[in-house]
């Protein structure tokens, strides 16, 4: 159990014991740390009920726990909140037991689900650019933190590869005489912008477009190998882009693996009553509630299937083939809407009984104009640019290569730094809420960025290396904790915190729950390493447990940056010195 959950069972008892209704039994970290580790308000919510003072009832309270060994202190404050201060026995204790742990104390989810993922979302023949950087980002530290909880997960890029847009190409391809299996995605890319522009100033050549993508989705073998080759393509520039950024799916399915069952939503809205011919299209009306909403189209006048249409079949698909139980989906905030018709219009369909299906939307990433990120022409900035500027930034506090530290190295380091850089920079804001990409800040040494908490894990690995070489104050499975100062209780206190953080990180699907506990670890780290010196410790014994909480905490913040899906490396170097025990 969490060490909240531990001491709610404490307050369970008693309120059990006293007759209080026991869903207030709750305690959460105190809003006063300098006064208390933990509080509770309980007293003040059954004042009302029970027509009682909250002081009188906190009194009772108390009373019944004042004898608790674990409990350092428990006393009143204000109109009835009960602090709580654990003993330092106590807290050693469960740090040992953390130690301990392969999961440091987190438990598994009790009850697994089949968890369906969906994110990445590029579009074949399009250059992937910076608004897929937070679907695949969020979506990658997602899916590990779902994996470590338990759940049984499976992620999907959703490929954009079945529409007009895919007519476009072919059209432009036959108009020009164009040797498709001769052209790189760049050259796809700069067909598909060809095509687009002309479609857009001549109704001749989008009805041409239009026809095309007809032939091709009804099989067209011309067509048809045209298209699989654009796929194959952009599939392996995708991979290769998220590959960069250590993002992986374990599915690239897309729109058109799910063609065939588009005509079999029709007939399960067709077999329900819900299907509705209207002006040559097909569509399921909505409940419209407080506020009109649009019908949802799911065959359109000229036969084509619409977005709608094809999310719709791949719910089908994923609960009918991949047994899910939960699907969740990562896109641009800007989506709400399609989605809550795709939710709904798959209730009335009742393709998805007992599937939650949720939708997560995230802001932009924006210039420093507030607008979304743009190249310094004006145009939408590719992915692989951004990376290559963070890199390139990195690179400007790198040493020269050295015969300890190679070339090979450092470009490695360069690209894992940069890496953290833009993936915490990601991670450390809601998710709900776009942010500035400003490079200068967080490809910082220090201050909330990943190459601090990179750092943060490098000094530490110095500290343990140093004093392994010495074969001073060593460590073993038998090695204790104790606390001495109030740095080291601090820095127990808030390892105790890591089962909630990753189970709110979990539940509430926001990754940022986890930036901010691994951030504010590594300070708890740096004020209780300033304050409890290793080498001169008063004993061998104090020593060895400062080591041990010190390796405790690098294990953890390890751990924390592989669930963000971000690497840390063993030595950080920066123009100077590699980072060093006396860095701390």
Known sequence: MSIEEVINFKFEKAFDKLGYDTKFATVKGSDRPDLSDFQCNGALALAKPLGKNPREIATNIVENLKFDEDFEKISIDGPGF????????????????????KKFGVNNNPSPLNVILDFGGPNVAKAMHVGHLRSGVIGESVQRLMRFAGNNVTSD??????GTPMGMIIAE?????????????????????????????????????????AKLQDGDEKYRKIW????????????????????????????????????????IAKSKGILEHDDGAYIIRLDEGNKPKPPVILQKSDGGYTYHTTDIATILMRVRDLKAQEIIYFTDARQNFHFEQVFEATEKLGIAPSVKLKHVGFGTVNGADGKPFKTRDGGVMNLSDLIDLSKDKVAESMPEP????????????????????????DLKNNIASG??????????????????????????????????????????????????????????????QLNNAVNRAVNETEPSVL????????????SFY?????KDAESAEIAQSRLKIAKLTRDILVLMLDLLGIEAPEVMLKRGAPATANDI
């Not at 530490?460 to 090695?479: F, M, Q, Y």
């Open 530 to 534: 300033n304050a409890s010196p290793i």
């Open 173 to 213: 391809i036959e108009n020009e005489g164009i040797d498709a299996f001769a052209l790189n995605v760049q050259e796809i890319t700069n067909v598909y912008k060809k095509a687009s522009a002309i479609c857009k100033e001549d109704d001749k050549a989008r009805e041409n477009a239009r026809i095309v993508t």
């Open 82 to 101: 009960i602090n709580v201060s654990l003993s330092s026995g106590f807290i050693a204790q469960n740090i040992n037991t953390i130690a301990a742990d």
């Open 435 to 496: 942010y500035v990409f400003e490079l200068d800040d967080f490809a910082k040494f220090e201050g909330k960025t990943g190459p601090y908490i990179q750092y943060a894990i490098a000094r530490i690995n110095s500290i343990l290396r140093k004093s392994a070489e010495t074969g001073s104050n060593s460590i073993s499975d038998n090695t204790t904790f104790v606390i001495t100062n109030k740095e080291e209780r601090d820095l127990a206190l808030k390892i105790m």
């Open 228 to 267: 699989q080759y654009i796929r194959d393509a952009s599939v392996a520039d995708v991979k290769e882009n998220y590959e960069r950024l250590d993002v992986h799916f374990d599915l690239f399915l897309g729109e058109s693996d799910v063609h065939e069952i588009c005509a079999e939503i029709l007939e």
């Open 515 to 526: 930036s901010d506990y691994t951030y504010n670890l590594a300070q708890s780290f740096s």
């Open 402 to 425: 050295s015969e300890e530290y190679n070339k090979g190295y450092i470009d490695n380091l360069i690209n894992q730094v940069a890496i953290a850089a833009i993936k915490f920079q």
């Open 157 to 162: 890029v959703h490929l954009g590869d079945w």
